[in-house]
């Protein structure tokens, strides 16, 4: 029975490619760092008129009546 290992050529093209997987996993260059709090949102500013206007329409309908004898 042929002894279970593995050799060592094989164990060395693992470990680049372990290691290559590790380097290339983050994208971010430089150090890293914590993202600073973002700044609250404000609603936009409601535009307030400083004088009403109020329009009354009146309509009169006239429905002449009609009997039936």
Do not use: E
């Not at 593995?6 to 994208?27: M, N, T």
């Not at 260059?29 to 535009?47: C, I, R």
């Amino acid at each position: 029975m042929k002894p279970n290992f593995i050799s060592p050529r094989r164990a060395l093209y693992a470990s680049l490619a372990a290691l290559l997987c590790l380097l290339a996993a983050c994208g971010q260059k430089g150090p890293l760092f914590l993202p600073s709090k973002p700044a609250a949102a404000t609603p936009a500013p409601v535009n307030v008129p400083t004088t009403t206007t109020t329009v009354t329409t009146t309509t009169t309908v006239s429905v002449p009546s009609t009997t039936t004898r």
